[in-house]
């Protein structure tokens, strides 16, 4: 394989078939002189993180309208941020991004920093995403390897040992094809192959600019890499969560700062833990002293574990602690929450 060649190949090809991205400054546009905002860089690559393209771009498109700016953000009220972020998951990011925007706002005047050092010392910024905005703000030779990427590097070498043992493999492999020529593009590129060509399933290898070096491909078995350990059993938790309402309003409550679904608006819930609540139980549990009627169950599946959640009704003038939101500002809410609301309807 010949790295010089390869880069080219798939530079020249970046060049023809980059995909259109609301945060992209596309390779015409940043030949031309014009760069990308890091603000936009990193905010992007902190949503991406977990979620896909087109399930990210309109959040990304309300973010941007509603804080321009890095110190926009960094001036929003917390709960509107949260609220904001609700159902792209992964909470935890958010949270994260506000400490983020806050000390580029007020501790580095508003400017990101430019290197990937810099970066990495950002509350809340990990290897690649200061390898992401270090390449595609500041055109920095960083390494920047996502699940794309993995994948990609997998094929291209044929990597036999599984996911997740490969990737300090895949990440050197990534690294040996990092040059000082547009690096920008080139992490762009690669991001974009495996997105649009090298897919996870039935990859198009007729239309792949590095196909000639592919060692998977010639193998004619593309597909089966990158390989994979078994998964373990995602294990089960089980809670109880209550829909209060006060004629057209729901009752919401702040969830703690800390864990799982962290400072964000929430049904009443009991913990949820690993056996089911009895009816007992839950009655004891209950938020409310009014009857609860039951409404079902639903399921939802978190990255670590999966919920079975009972759902229970109940009409109340008041709640403690709660805030009454009324029907039509609940799209708000996280996605496990909704299907609650939607169960007890």
């Given at each position: 394989?010949?790295?010089?060649?390869?880069?080219?190949?798939?530079?020249?090809?970046?060049?023809?078939?980059?995909?259109?991205?609301?945060w992209?400054?596309?390779?015409?546009?940043?030949?031309?002189?014009?760069?990308?905002?890091?603000?936009?860089?990193?905010?992007?690559?902190?949503?991406?993180?977990?979620?896909?393209?087109?399930?990210?771009?309109?959040?990304?498109?309300?973010?941007?309208?509603?804080?321009?700016?890095v110190?926009?953000?960094?001036?929003?009220?917390?709960?509107?941020?949260?609220?904001?972020?609700?159902?792209?998951?992964?909470?935890?990011?958010?949270?994260?991004?506000?400490?983020?925007?806050?000390?580029?706002?007020?501790?580095?005047?508003?400017?990101?920093?430019?290197?990937?050092?810099?970066?990495?010392?950002?509350?809340?910024?990990g290897?690649?995403?200061a390898?992401?905005?270090?390449?595609?703000?500041?055109?920095?030779?960083?390494?920047?390897?996502?699940?794309?990427?993995?994948?990609?590097?997998?094929?291209?070498?044929?990597?036999?040992?599984?996911?997740?043992?490969?990737?300090?493999?895949?990440?050197?492999?990534?690294?040996?094809?990092?040059?000082?020529?547009?690096?920008?593009?080139?992490?762009?590129?690669?991001m974009?192959?495996?997105?649009?060509?090298?897919?996870?399933?039935a990859?198009?290898?007729?239309?792949?600019?590095?196909?000639?070096?592919?060692?998977?491909?010639?193998?004619?078995?593309?597909?089966?890499?990158?390989?994979?350990?078994?998964?373990?059993?995602?294990?089960?938790?089980?809670?109880?969560?209550?829909?209060?309402?006060?004629?057209?309003?729901?009752?919401?409550?702040?969830?703690?700062?800390?864990?799982?679904?962290?400072?964000?608006?929430?049904?009443?819930t009991?913990?949820?833990?690993?056996?089911?609540?009895?009816?007992?139980?839950?009655?004891?549990?209950?938020?409310?002293?009014?009857?609860?009627?039951?409404?079902?169950?639903?399921?939802?599946?978190?990255?670590?574990?999966?919920?079975?959640?009972?759902?229970?009704?109940?009409?109340?003038?008041?709640?403690?602690?709660?805030?009454?939101?009324?029907?039509?500002?609940?799209?708000?809410?996280?996605?496990?929450?909704?299907?609650?609301?939607?169960?007890?309807?």
């Open positions: 394989m010949n790295p010089a060649a390869l880069r080219s190949a798939l530079l020249s090809w970046y060049d023809a078939h980059a995909r259109a991205l609301p992209r400054v596309g390779p015409a546009e940043h030949a031309s002189g014009m760069r990308a905002d890091p603000y936009r860089v990193w905010l992007s690559e902190v949503m991406l993180q977990q979620t896909t393209v087109p399930h990210a771009a309109p959040y990304f498109l309300e973010f941007t309208r509603r804080w321009p700016t110190t926009d953000l960094a001036r929003a009220a917390d709960p509107e941020v949260m609220a904001a972020w609700a159902g792209l998951g992964y909470y935890a990011r958010a949270r994260n991004l506000l400490a983020c925007a806050r000390a580029v706002a007020f501790e580095h005047g508003g400017v990101f920093p430019d290197t990937e050092a810099g970066l990495a010392a950002l509350p809340g910024v290897p690649y995403t390898a992401a905005v270090a390449a595609i703000a500041f055109d920095r030779p960083a390494n920047v390897v996502d699940g794309n990427v993995e994948r990609v590097m997998a094929r291209l070498f044929a990597v036999e040992p599984p996911l997740p043992s490969a990737k300090p493999e895949l990440k050197r492999l990534a690294g040996g094809l990092v040059g000082d020529e547009r690096p920008g593009d080139w992490a762009q590129a690669l974009d192959l495996g997105a649009t060509v090298c897919r996870p399933k990859p198009l290898c007729d239309r792949c600019p590095v196909a000639e070096p592919c060692a998977a491909r010639a193998g004619g078995a593309a597909e089966t890499y990158p390989r994979r350990e078994a998964k373990a059993a995602r294990p089960r938790r089980y809670g109880v969560a209550w829909v209060v309402t006060r004629g057209e309003e729901v009752a919401l409550v702040r969830r703690p700062p800390k864990g799982l679904l962290g400072g964000m608006l929430g049904l009443p009991t913990d949820w833990r690993d056996a089911p609540w009895s009816e007992a139980d839950a009655r004891a549990a209950s938020p409310v002293g009014a009857p609860c009627a039951a409404a079902g169950e639903i399921e939802h599946v978190f990255t670590h574990f999966a919920l079975t959640l009972q759902v229970r009704r109940a009409e109340a003038e008041a709640l403690e602690t709660a805030e009454w939101t009324r029907r039509e500002g609940l799209a708000a809410l996280p996605s496990v929450f909704l299907k609650a609301v939607r169960r007890a309807s």
